[in-house]
C-alpha cells in the first residue's frame, strides 16, 4: 500500500537556526562562486544517465531525529581529495562518475571486476536513513540508497585466512587538486576486520535523497559504517581488498594518536583535543548528546565483546 511518508528535507528550515552559524554558511557560499546559491543542489554532471535509485526505504534504520536539509548535507563536507575546507562540493563536480569500476580483489575465491552499473544489477537497492557523526563532532541524518556490503562478500568470497577488508578511493590527479599535497597518504584507504563488513549495517551507498550520490558525498559509490567516526566512511570506493594483515589508513597514518583503526564512536572517550560528548547537528546547529556506536549498539556491540587491550573508540 502507498503511505505518503512526509520528507523531512522538504520542509523549510527551521527559523531556529542561530545567527552566526547562518552568517558563516553564507560566507562558505560565496566563496563557492556563483554557480552555487543558497538553496541550489548541485548533481554531477551525466546523473541522469545513471540507472535509478530508487528504493524502498527500509524500517529498521529509523534514525529517531529530523533528516537534515539536503542543502547542508550536500554543501558541507570532509573530502581532503579536493580541499581542506568544507566547500568542496563545487570542485568535487569534477569527478567523472561514469564509467566507474570496482574491483574486489586479494584474498578471494572469485576476484570480481565490474562496472557500477553491472554491480548494480547484481544487487538489489534499498533506502536507509542513517546517522552520520563526524570525529570533528558534526552530525547529520539522511536517506542513503544502497546495499549492503555483505552482498559483496558473497560475491568474492574472501578465503578463511582473510581477517581485514581495505576500502581504496580513486586518485585522480586530474580532478582531484588536493592529491598535490603530497605528505598526504593517497590514495585514501580506510580498513575495518571481515566482520565488521559483513554486519548487516555496513552499506555500500550509490543514492542519496534518492539522486545518485552526489561527488562531494563520495559518489558514485561510497561505503558506511554509520556506528563509526565518518572518516572511516570511504567515498569513490574503486577497490576493495582483502587481506590478512591489519591496514593502516589514511588517518592513521597521519596521527595515530587521533585517529585509530575502530574509531567507534563512543561519547565517554574524548579525543584527544576535544570532548566527543555531544555533536552539533548541520543545519539547525543544535548540540545533542552522542550516543554509543552513534546509537547503533544493539547491531554492533556484540563485534567487540572479545576484543581487549585496545583502544576501540579512537
Ligand atoms: N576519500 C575520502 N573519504 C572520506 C573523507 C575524505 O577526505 N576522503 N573524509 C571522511 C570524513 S572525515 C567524513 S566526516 C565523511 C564526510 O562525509 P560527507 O562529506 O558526505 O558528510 O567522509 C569521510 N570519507
Ligand atoms: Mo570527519
Known sequence: MPIHIRRGWELPESAATPEHLVLGRRKAMLGLGSILAAGTVIHPAGAQDAPSVAAMRNPRFEPGRALTAEREATNYNNYYEFGTSKGVASVAQRLPQRPWTVKLDGMVETPVELGLDDLLKKV????????????????MTVPWTGFPMSALLKMATPLASAKYVVFETAADRATMPGLRQSWFPWPYKEGCTIAEAGNELCFMAVGLYGKPVPPQNGGPVRV?????????????????????QRPVSFWEKLQASEYGFWANVNPQVPHPRWSQARERLLGSGEMVPTQLFNGYADFVASMYTDIKGENLYL
Open 224 to 244: 558506511l559504517f554509520p556506528w563509526k567516526y565518518g572518516f572511516k566512511s570511504g567515498k569513490a570506493i574503486t577497490r576493495i581488498t582483502f587481506t590478512d
Open 124 to 139: 538489489s537497492l534499498e533506502e536507509r536513513v542513517l546517522r552520520h557523526r563526524c570525529v570533528e563532532a558534526w552530525a
